[in-house]
C-alpha cells in the first residue's frame, strides 16, 4: 500500500565507486524505511555518502548491491516520481521565472493537460513560493533566494511522489534562509510531500524533520543513528530556542557528530600538548 510505513524503503544498499586501479567503498548496508508524507533529514560529516544516498534514490546512480522501492515499485532510473532540488538553484538562464516552471510542466503533463489547465498549475505552484510577483524575469534578475523558490516550484509542479533536497538551503544568507526554510515547512504541511533532505545544519535538521538519519564516516558509511523528532507541528523557531524536547534532539545530534564520529588518530609526542587544546572541528559544508 502506498501509504504504509513502507512508501519509501532502502534495502541492504551498498555502493563501491571503481577507478584508478582501485575501489571505494562509499556505503555499507543502508536500511531505511520512510512513511509518506514523511519529513527525513541526512546529516553527516562531509564525505560520509549523503549524496550518494540521495542520488541513488533519485535513480541518478545504481547501487553496487540492494534496491530502493518507492510506492511498491523498484527505482532503477530517473523518473518524475522523484523531483530534485539542488544547493545551486540549476535554473535556465535564457527562461524566465515563469519559464523555467512551464519546461518541466510542459514535459510531465503535455499530453494529459490542457495549456489553459497547465498555464493555471505553474502559476499556483509560484504563488505558493511567493514568487508570482517575477514570472517574466530571467534569473540574473533575481536573487539567491528567489532562485531556489523557483526551484522548488519546478519541483513541486511535477507532482512527484518524493521531493528530494540536497543542502536546498546551504548557499543563502541566514535571514533569506530562514525564510525559506518556514516557507518549505509550510508547502509541506499543506501537501503533505515525503521529503528527504540532505543538510549540515543541525537546527535545521531538528526544525524540519520528523526523523534525522545520522550517517557514520567513510569509507563503507553506514546509518549510525536515527532520532524521532518528537515536536508537534506548526514549529516556531522562536518558541522552540527554550524547548527542551528541541534542545534534546539537537544535543543528541551533536553528540554522534562530535564524539561518536570522532576519528581517534595516532598523536606524536611533539603534537600532544597542541592536541590538549584543539576545539572539535566545524562540521564542513
Not at 523555467?100 to 490542457?114: C, P, Q, T
Not at 553528540?255 to 598523536?267: A, D, G, M, N, T
Request: proline fraction near 5%; aromatic fraction near 4%.
Amino acid at each position: 500500500m502506498d501509504d504504509d510505513k513502507n512508501y519509501l524503503s532502502l534495502s541492504k544498499v551498498d555502493m563501491v565507486f571503481t577507478g584508478n586501479g582501485g575501489t571505494n567503498p562509499v556505503l555499507k548496508g543502508i536500511d531505511l524505511d520512510v512513511r509518506r508524507g514523511e519529513y527525513i533529514s541526512l546529516i553527516g560529516h562531509s564525505g560520509c555518502g549523503k549524496s550518494t544516498v540521495l542520488n541513488i534514490v533519485a535513480g541518478l546512480l545504481e547501487a553496487t548491491s540492494g534496491g530502493v522501492l518507492l510506492a511498491g515499485r523498484e527505482v532503477s532510473g530517473p523518473g518524475p516520481d522523484r523531483a530534485v532540488v539542488f544547493q545551486n538553484h540549476s535554473l535556465l538562464p535564457w527562461l524566465t521565472v515563469y519559464q523555467n516552471v512551464e519546461i518541466a510542466v510542459d514535459k510531465i503533463f503535455g499530453r494529459s493537460r490542457s495549456k489553459a489547465e497547465r498555464r493555471e498549475w505553474i502559476l499556483h505552484n509560484l504563488a505558493m513560493v511567493n514568487m508570482s510577483h517575477a514570472l517574466d524575469r530571467l534569473p540574473s534578475q533575481i536573487s539567491g533566494g528567489m532562485k531556489q523558490r523557483v526551484g522548488i516550484a519546478r519541483a513541486l509542479a511535477m507532482e512527484p511522489k518524493v521531493l528530494l533536497l540536497d543542502e536546498p538551503f546551504g548557499a543563502l544568507d541566514a535571514l533569506t534562509r530562514a525564510h525559506l526554510q518556514d516557507e518549505v515547512i509550510r508547502i509541506q504541511a499543506e501537501l503533505g510531500n515525503t521529503v528527504l533532505m540532505i543538510t549540515h545544519d543541525v537546527d535545521e535538521a531538528v526544525l524540519m524533520s520528523d526523523r534525522v538519519v545520522m550517517m557514520t564516516n567513510g569509507p563503507a558509511a553506514t546509518i549510525g543513528q536515527i532520532l524521532t523528532v518528537d515536536l508537534p507541528r506548526p514549529r516556531s523557531r522562536i518558541e522552540l530556542v527554550e524547548n527542551p524536547t528541541y534542545n534534546h534532539c539537537r544535543q543528541e545530534i551533536l553528540s554522534f557528530l562530535y564524539e561518536k564520529q570522532r576519528k581517534v588518530e595516532p598523536i606524536s609526542p611533539a603534537r600532544s600538548m597542541k592536541a590538549r587544546t584543539r576545539e572539535p572541528a566545524a562540521l564542513q559544508a
